[in-house]
């Protein structure tokens, strides 16, 4: 063994100590979430959770891609250029059937617990429930929405065949808004934030009952492949747990989820008017969806991001009574995996309480 003289043993302690203290810290793993339509206040809940430092607790760089459409977001996901993507539910179950492409992806996280589509229709409408929209007009987001499969079956359960309504393609915004206010369509069949905003619009409208059997039934998960699961289950594990952090902690400051919001993206934070008064009606619009997102089935325990059975067994069939299934008893885990649910619920709820309530 060589030994080192004293002076000689010091220099080398101190080269030692400087090189520890110039190492890198540990890279983060690059975690790249798919959001399905243009960035808006429905990523609050992950602005304010990266704010609240949740991300960085799970060792993740957490990045929010917007990529639209199943057809885009599949082949992301099968190369690993995605590690998860908030998806609705009815693609995977229409890709199970024979002859369809069978895709190696599972859902994994019950992202919406509550299903967001709703059917509104003006306050003085004289439909007041879905039993009365036989030969009326609905207009729909796009026509080939995932959720018509849902809308076709809740209005099977009301009495009315498809054949007796007619859908119209209104997008949404000032063009869906419109369409609704001049009569162009009779009910408006968008998500929850839209009719809120068109609340706010000036329009009076009421929600039409959807029949029990719809009422709580979720419409978007988390969707990542087997393969990912399977090899990294832990890095799913810690952006859940991140994720059901940051939509307790934005429920419980819906204030300062906005603000993190608006510092997030700039760009969106409205230039006019006065700031507290936009941040209430971004409020307004947030709250409505963390109801849905926060939803607890009566009965049920509360454990974020777990799916029910009858989540799928209601969307089977449904997607059979519209003739997009024709094989009925595939193995429900081959939808989704609750495995994660205990990982993704493994915090103090109160203290991400008092720390959102802690925040500017």
């Known amino acids: 063994m060589i030994k080192l003289r004293p002076a000689r043993a010091i220099a080398a302690a101190i080269a030692a100590l400087g090189a520890f203290l110039a190492a890198p810290a540990e890279a983060k793993d690059r975690f790249v979430f798919a959001w399905p339509s243009a960035i808006n206040s429905g990523v609050a809940p992950l602005t304010f959770a990266r704010k609240l430092g949740y991300f960085d607790a799970e060792n993740l760089d957490t990045e929010i891609q917007v990529l639209s459409g199943s057809g885009v977001i599949i082949p992301q996901l099968m190369s690993g250029t995605v590690q998860a993507a908030y998806a609705s539910l009815e ?51 796009a026509l080939s929405s995932g959720n018509l499969y849902m809308v076709r079956a809740m ?34 069949n968008l998500f929850d934030t839209a009719h809120v905003r068109l609340e706010q619009s000036g329009t009076a409208i009421r929600r039409l009952p959807v029949p029990p059997q719809f009422q709580e039934l979720s419409s978007h998960g988390i969707l990542v492949t087997d393969a990912l699961l399977a090899s990294k289950p832990d890095l799913l594990a810690r952006f859940g747990r991140a994720l059901a952090k940051g939509n307790i902690a934005c429920n419980a400051n819906l204030a300062a989820c906005i603000n993190s919001y608006w510092e997030a993206y700039p760009a969106l934070r409205p230039s006019s008017g006065v700031e507290a008064d936009n941040r209430r009606r971004e409020i307004e619009v947030l709250e409505h969806r963390m109801r ?49 649910v205990p990982e993704f619920n493994r915090f103090d709820v109160e203290q991400v309480i008092r720390e959102a309530r802690a925040a500017p």
Do not use: C
């Open 91 to 141: 693609p995977i179950v229409i890709s199970r059937q024979p002859g369809k492409p069978n895709f190696p992806l599972r859902f994994v996280y019950n992202y919406l617990p509550r299903s967001v589509w709703e059917f509104a229709v003006p306050r003085d409408s004289p439909i007041q429930s879905l039993a009365d929209m036989k030969g009326k007009t609905l207009g729909v987001f």
């Open 155 to 188: 209005l099977q359960a009301a009495g009315v065949s498809w054949s007796d309504v007619k859908l119209q393609s209104v997008g949404t915004g000032v063009a869906a808004f419109e369409a609704l206010r001049t009569g162009q369509i009779h009910v408006l």
């Open 292 to 340: 849905n997102l926060l939803h607890v089935r009566e009965g049920r325990s509360g454990q974020y991001g777990r799916f029910a059975d009858e989540d799928w067994t209601t969307l089977v069939e449904a997607l059979r009574a519209g003739g997009e299934v024709t094989r009925t008893d595939v193995p429900l885990d081959a939808y989704f995996t609750n495995r994660l």
